[in-house]
């Protein structure tokens, strides 16, 4: 009854005027991002995050969010139409969305993605509400030890599991914490690494490192490499509707899929690719013929499509559970909670709880949008494709800059942004994944917080951390990740 009685709640706050028109605008804009190549939604809020600070938490929340799972319905746009994937989850969505378009059934391709979202999508909602609030309640017994171990075993997993070498991830993670530190000690009052610039003391701006590092970097990166197409696709209701043997073949295929994507998505750091993947290669397994994988088979868009919005959705369960983001993007809504005054963890039901449930109940509703925008909008999407994008670039780029010097009224902020910009662009070349770099800014000063209040506790004794049972379950786990990532190495170099 107390899950009915919060949902009651929640479609109170997310039925409201203004919570709607802003989940609207959020889906609608995702889309977009999502159908555009070489943008993305990491970089796409981190473009419009300068907007949300305008608007009450509640509302900036609900409209990140629905750029976000918004974005992984339009993201397998591109992919199916041009071979080009507007997000890292829609990479999959190539291998036989693609040929379905080249045989004729590009928009069946698409109609059915769209199902295998809303499916996907809606179960990860579900999940969210019964399964959030329990994680929440459990961690409520967490102290400073038990959440620094729980933040320190979280960059490890996110760093050591996560896409690319695990060096370059820790690396990563060390620059990151690294940039968190700048600013004014908690404890003292005094400026750190700072260098004179009286604009740094509060920190590093969230929003100048976002725009610039994903922003700016993804725009310098894909100028000149993005063709266009999308002309030839008969878009027509009669072309675009499947038949009963689509609607039987993509049924089982989209339950397991988005199990799949459920499960992936909670861990915290695995991401919406992984997912797909995953969801792939379990179609291709048990398919009774494999060799129709890559030539158009309709399971090897739905499947990885239901994990790939499943797994968007089950990301916030570790991120409004216990504070510790889901993947990169959900990084970046966290950083946002914290910037309107809200720590996301296990108080933040009990003392937000219009905000979880409302945030939660958004999730459907804007699912449910979701599918009156996509279908009948496909012939849109398609034509969207066609705008060149010598005009698109450079109001991006206008538009960044206008909204990180609106924040505070400060040309440094904007030089920021073009300095982490130039840095995306050499970690890009270099092959370092920028996502972990964000994961620790955002941990890091709550990681620093609670290593230092747990020692002033202990008056300098390090055994707190293992006194607990719980800390010393999570530093146990993260002995045991460093142990087998480095003897998974060890294997691979020798044999």
Known sequence: MDLFSNLALGFAVALSASALWWCAVGVTLGTLIGVLPGIGPLASIGILLPLTFHLPPTEAIIMLAGIYYGSMYGGSTAAILLNLPGTAGAVVACFDGYPMARNGRGGVALFMTTVASFV???????LLAAFTPLIAAAALNFGS?????????????????GEGSVLRSLAMVALGLLLGIVGTDINTGMYRFTFGFQELSSGISLVAITTGIFGVSEIIMNVGQIRRGGND?????RAILPTRADWRNSFMPMVRGTGIGALIGALPGSGS??????????????ARDPSRFGQGAIEGVTAPEAANNAAAQTAFVPTLSLGIPGDAVVAVMLGALILHGITP??????ENASL???????????NVLLVILNIPLIGVW?????????????AIIIFISVGVYSLQNSVFDVLLVAIFGLLGVALRLLRFHAAPLLLGMVLGPLLEENLRRSMVLSRGDPTIFVQSPISAVF???SALLIVWVAVSALRRRFG
């Open 120 to 126: 996907g999508s809606v179960v990860g909602a579900f």
């Open 145 to 161: 030890p038990e959440y620094f171990a729980l933040m320190l075993f979280g960059l490890l997993a996110a760093s050591m599991v």
């Open 233 to 237: 696709i008969d878009i027509s209701w």
């Open 273 to 286: 690719a992984l997912a797909t993947f995953i969801a792939y290669g379990t179609e291709k397994r048990v």
């Open 345 to 350: 963890g296990p108080n933040l039901i009990a």
């Open 356 to 366: 979880f449930w409302g945030l939660t109940v958004s999730f459907l509703v804007g």
């Open 382 to 394: 398609v034509r969207i494709l066609q705008i060149p994008y010598r005009y698109l670039y450079p």
């Open 475 to 477: 530093l146990g786990l």
